[in-house]
């Protein structure tokens, strides 16, 4: 019984949550888009917006998409409505500023984001 207690507090704690989501709610602009790949700057505004509620917008040239968001580990989880599940690494989240990582069909970017509201 006492493995079975210490198991599923490891699995807890694996599972707990690197980064404070009240940090991501708000506002984000994005100030740089990077592929790190090929190393070039990708030329697309982008801005995202979190809402206290899981829900969030984002916004990219002439796409838009809503849906719903959490965070898990170092990694931020999201479902456009009506759509598969994304993954994305979250590199850093501070108060007044967001990188996120990814990986597009072998292509690995970041986006630099900083919070607008």
Wanted: hydrophobic fraction near 40%; glycine fraction near 8%; aromatic fraction near 6%.
């Amino acid at each position: 019984m006492r493995k079975l207690m210490v198991v599923a507090l490891v699995l807890m704690l694996g599972c707990a949550s690197k980064f404070e989501e009240a940090q991501l709610i708000g506002q984000w602009a994005g100030l740089e888009w990077k592929d790190i790949t090929n190393d070039k700057i990708i030329d697309a505004q982008v801005s995202f917006s979190f809402d206290e509620d899981g829900r969030y917008e984002a916004s990219s040239g002439t796409s838009t998409e809503k849906g719903k968001y959490w965070i898990s580990g170092d990694n931020l989880h999201t479902i456009e409505d009506g759509k598969a599940e994304k993954k994305v690494k979250i590199a850093k989240l501070r108060n007044d500023s967001l990188l996120l990582r990814m990986n597009r069909a072998g292509t690995i970017e970041e986006i630099l984001l900083v919070k607008s509201r």
